[in-house]
Nanobody, 127 residues
């Protein structure tokens, strides 16, 4: 089992940047594919980005492609989401998720595919 805790959210002006972190506790962080999702008020949770166990495979939602970068540091048991060129429509609570996998290259873009979730961190982008 793994526990997840997000940090790094806050208030930023449009065009600015933030880096979210997701710290994982548990013995086998390296066996997990990781993902970031977000949920804006009145909307469903949506996929943002995912990264494989090895870190070598990533996948992004079209809405963030070219602006956001997901990465992981297995030595620190942490996954990151670097968010650049932020827009007001990026405003949401951002959640980190983990799914155990036996494949080093597999990643998951569906919320239902993840068993473990953090509590979320608020990102607000002002215009």
């Amino acid at each position: 089992q793994v526990q997840l805790e997000e940090s790094g959210g806050g208030l930023v002006q449009a065009g600015g940047s933030l880096r979210l972190s997701c710290a994982a506790s548990g013995r086998t962080f390296s066996s997990y594919a990781m993902g970031w999702f977000r949920q804006a008020p009145g909307k469903e949770r949506e996929f943002v980005a995912t990264i494989s166990w090895s870190g070598g495979n990533t996948y992004y939602a079209d809405s963030v492609k070219g602006r956001f970068t997901i990465s992981r540091d297995s030595a620190k048991n942490t996954v990151y989401l670097q968010m650049n060129s932020l827009k007001p429509e990026d405003t949401a609570v951002y959640y980190c998720a983990a799914q155990r996998t036996i494949s080093t290259s597999r990643y998951y873009a569906g919320a239902a595919q993840y068993d473990y979730w953090g509590q979320g961190t608020q990102v607000t982008v002002s215009s």
